[in-house]
Structure formats: C-alpha cells, structure tokens
C-alpha cells in the first residue's frame, strides 16, 4: 500500500472519529437540555400530561451523558443516574427503578428541592445528607459501566415519566439490614428488593 493511500485511509479514520465525537456531544447537549425541561414540569407536580414523543429523551441521547461515569454532578441526569447507581447498583433493577421514584417524589414537593441535583444533595451543608452515597467521603464516580449505563437508562424513563411509581408514593427508604428509628415517624409503602420505602403521615416532609 503506497504512503498516499495509507495517509488518505489515517485521514478518514480520522475525520470518521472526529464526527462520532460531535455526534455523541451534540447528543449529550439535547439530552441535558431535554432533562432540565422535565425536571421543572416534575417539580411543578401538577402535570400528570404524558411527555410528547418530541420531548423525551432518547436511549441513544441518555448514554451519550457522561460515558465515563467521572463528570461533576451538576446536572438532571448524572445527579439522579448516580444516586441510582450508588444506592443500588448490585441489586435488582426494581430496586434501582424504586431509588428513581424516590427522587422523583420528592422533586418539588414541600420540604425539598425543586431541581434533581439539590434533591440528591439536601443535607450536605449540615453533614446530614439524605442520601448517604454523597456524604460519605468516597470519590463519586460511578465504576462499572455496565450498571452506570442501566442507572442512566433508569433515570431517562423516570424523568420521561415512563417509570411506574412502585414505591406508593414514598419519599424514604432504608436497606432491609437495618431499623432506623426515623422510621417509626412515617408510613411503610412497599418493601422492594432490598429495601423498605416510606411516605409522611400528613404529607409533608421532615
């Protein structure tokens, strides 16, 4: 193979690389864009309307957010993908999706934040985090890529509103090893997987 052929086939390679790359960050730019749409319409809790077909996010756009499973949390989708995978990674998928819900019910309800983000983080400036996984001193990226990609998944079809509640509602939940005494305060909704999950008496946070 003569030397121009061999740098005409580099150039391709090349340009063929480059083009998958704008393609994946242009997805990761329309997925972010369509998750904070649908975290503000969550939050507003009022609209049980369906998510447009137009406006959801697509498998292909989710995956292309944080491939590495190593980007700040500071945004919907990798806030709520990574507290899925660090509260349940290991576990069964139902008890992923119900980590999900859990998020999901509390977005905008009184006593909570109204972005993802600040639901996963609410707690953290008093080192009383209501989710551990943050405050817990251990780097936060997620490891294995092919549970971070199922947390991904998961949290598209919750913010997408294709992830059925299997919670009843619940805004707590705690592994089944353990008996917090703040349980006694609330409801038990569903016991899933590997986990109890809970809602207020009155409805209102605490």
Known sequence: MSVKWIAALLAVTLLAGQAIADDQE????????????LEQKAAEKG??????KSEKITQSEVQAVDPSGKAPLDETITCLARSIYWEAKGKDTADMEAVANVVMNRLGHEGFPDTVCAVVKQ?????KCQF??????RPDTAQEETQYAL??????KALNKQLPD???GAMYFHDRTVKP????????????GMFKFYKP?????K
């Open 26 to 37: 242009q997805k990761k730019e329309v997925a972010q864009d369509k998750a904070q749409v």
């Open 47 to 52: 609209d049980n309307v369906p998510v447009p």
């Open 123 to 127: 707690g953290s400036e008093t080192k």
């Open 132 to 137: 551990s996984w943050w405050c817990d001193g």
């Open 151 to 156: 947390a991904k998944e998961i949290a598209r």
């Open 166 to 168: 299997r919670t009843g």
């Open 181 to 192: 005494d703040w349980a006694k305060e609330y409801i038990k909704t569903a016991e899933i």
């Open 201 to 205: 008496h009155d409805g209102s946070a």
